[in-house]
């Protein structure tokens, strides 16, 4: 997959309680291939707070969300609900 513009190379995230620490500023999720209509992602940080949370409205079509304009900034993220597919991460 390509890059989404500026920042960094994605972090790919598939299970449940996968992390990834540091101080960071999320500009972009792409949730790759949501299966079934109605499967969720929710992206808390560290702390357990809501970052985004995601809800698939078509099956399998990916869904971007974008905040580059303002990224997301937090200490750290993980995935605290994924139904299906995969995150990818973008960072800057």
Known sequence: M?????GSLPVTLTTVGQQEVGQVAVARVYWY???TVGD???LTNN???LIVRGRCEVAN???FFD???IPLSTDGYG???LSSGQLDIYTV
């Open 2 to 6: 390509s890059q989404f513009g500026s």
């Open 47 to 49: 702390e357990g707070k």
């Open 33 to 35: 291939n949501p299966v």
């Open 61 to 63: 079509q990916s869904q």
């Open 40 to 42: 969720i992602f929710i």
């Open 67 to 69: 905040f580059s304009a």
């Open 79 to 81: 995935i605290a609900a």
